[in-house]
């Protein structure tokens, strides 16, 4: 197969698993198995979860130019916010930084992905059919949401499947967490990029420029369309028809 067509294919994929809570990194790291993308597999990986961070941004621009406005107003509630985003984000930063070289090995081994792919699905499942009480985010809220983050570190647990399943644990509005949940993820992707492009030395890349350029584009497009359908989805509660695909693609994937 042509190198282009697979990292497309592999965009696209990116796109919907980013948000859709059934595990991008487990589903990139399956099809690049599949695909034999070995050398650059972390390198494409990483320019498409570029893309799919421009599309979070680019789909709750106002939320976060009000989010950036609020240190200027004098508001207690709407400044609390900022440091909810901050709290959420610390357990995976730590986990990040102590644990992150280990958790490379894991993306490896194929048999552990489809595992924390069922894992996801039974937590989707679990979580979809908690009673809503529509209850305000704060402090103890925002460190649970972060706790649940901080499994997503594993390739095959899904980042907004474990986020906003604890928030609906939690009893919040689904608008709400699926809003919180993205916004989180923001400075989190953001870190993982910039880290990854520090130490990345340039002379062992084979995948051309063009093509990495096209991932990224179609990345984004794919993942602004499949964000949108996500929010409609949340709102009619079938965030369960999740949890049975992450289990049935983990389940197929073991066994074939």
Known sequence: MDELLKIIILAIVQGITEFLPISSSGH??????????????ALIEIVLHTGTLISIVFFYRKQIFEILKIRFIDDRESSNYIYFVILAI??????????????EHVFGNINLVCLFLIITGIFLIFSNFSKVKESNLNFKKSFLIGIAQMFAILPGISRSGMTIGMANLLGMDIRKSAEFSFIIAIPVLFGVIIKYFSNLNLE??????????????VSFITGLLALKWLI?????????????YCICIGVFSFFF
């Open 204 to 217: 062992n890349i084979s995948t051309s420029i063009e093509n990495l350029l096209i991932g990224l584009i």
């Open 232 to 244: 409609s989805l949340l709102n009619k509660r079938k965030l369960w028809y999740f949890g049975v």
């Open 90 to 103: 610390i357990p995976i930063v730590i986990t990040g930084f102590l644990f992150g070289d280990s958790v």
């Open 28 to 41: 990139l790291c399956l099809l690049k198995y599949f695909f034999g993308l070995n050398q650059d597999g």
